[in-house]
């Protein structure tokens, strides 16, 4: 089981990034599939999930209206668009699975297997 995670850099406040997490060794179809974001000092919280079967998305208050999740089960990826960027986004970005389907988990220890995290900084 894998899941790697990338896109994260650097940018300036009000930009955009789109993160994406490929999944391999399970059976992608039927995991739903939450960001997580931790920054210095700070518990990991979470971002956004997306459930299996419906894709039905769920967000944070602190990105609704600004993040975006998606997922293309062929690709076996999921994607996070995150656009007007403010500092405290600053963190590292990890995804992470768990099978479930129908239901979007929100908890750290809801999920099975995890990424190995990107970072994504942004300058004021």
């Known amino acids: 089981v894998q899941l790697q995670a990338c896109g994260g850099g650097l940018v300036q406040a009000g930009g955009s990034l789109r993160l994406s997490c490929e999944a391999s060794?399970?059976?992608?179809?039927?995991?739903?599939i939450g960001w997580f974001r931790q920054a210095p000092g700070k518990e990991r919280e979470g971002v956004a999930c997306i459930s299996a079967g419906e894709s039905v998305a769920r967000y944070a208050d602190s990105v609704k209206g600004r993040f975006t999740l998606s997922r293309d089960n062929a690709k076996n990826t999921v994607y996070l668009q995150m656009n007007s960027l403010k500092p405290e986004d600053t963190a590292v970005y990890y995804c992470?699975?768990?099978?479930?389907?129908?239901?979007?988990?929100?908890?750290?220890?809801?999920?099975?297997?995890w990424g190995q995290g990107t970072q994504v900084t942004v300058s004021s």
């Open positions: 992470a699975a768990v099978n479930t389907i129908g239901t979007m988990p929100v908890r750290v220890g809801d999920y099975d297997y």
């Open positions: 060794g399970f059976s992608f179809d039927d995991y739903a």
